[in-house]
């Protein structure tokens, strides 16, 4: 139930993405709750793709469809979340080479979301095939930030 909560206070604060981010977050600690349910959420989803990807759980093309397209709307979020004061904060994993290096972080970022967006498409194709060729490169980006800028 808590992560079905999570899950739709993400996607209810999608619609305040328009917003300067600053001004999504009263504090920095809702900037940090903000990122880490997005990211709670990606990696639900993440992981059901990945277990069908990797044979560990049986292939359902609406189930890995559904998953996609909830991770390619949801990994427009996180970044929002990354703002001024909430690089230090209860929980929080970033590294603060993240804040040093915002430009490489952006980039990281726009990758992950066309990486997850071929993900989307090859899910929506009902083939495995085209799962499996388009999760590696998705996984990929989300290691590459994971190995750079998150903290163990």
Known sequence: MKKMIRAAAVLAAAAAVSLPAAAQFAKAEDAINYRQSAFAVLGHHFGRLGAMANGKMPFDAAVAAADADVIAAVAKLPAAGF??????????????????????????????????????????????????AAFGPAAQTCKACHDNYRAR
Do not use: I
């Open 83 to 132: 703002v001024p004061g909430s690089e230090k904060g209860h929980g929080t994993k970033t590294k603060p080479e993240a804040w040093k290096e915002q430009a490489k972080v952006k980039e990281m970022d726009q990758k992950m979301v066309a990486e997850v967006a071929k993900l989307a498409t090859a899910a929506k194709s009902g083939n495995l095939d085209q799962l499996k």
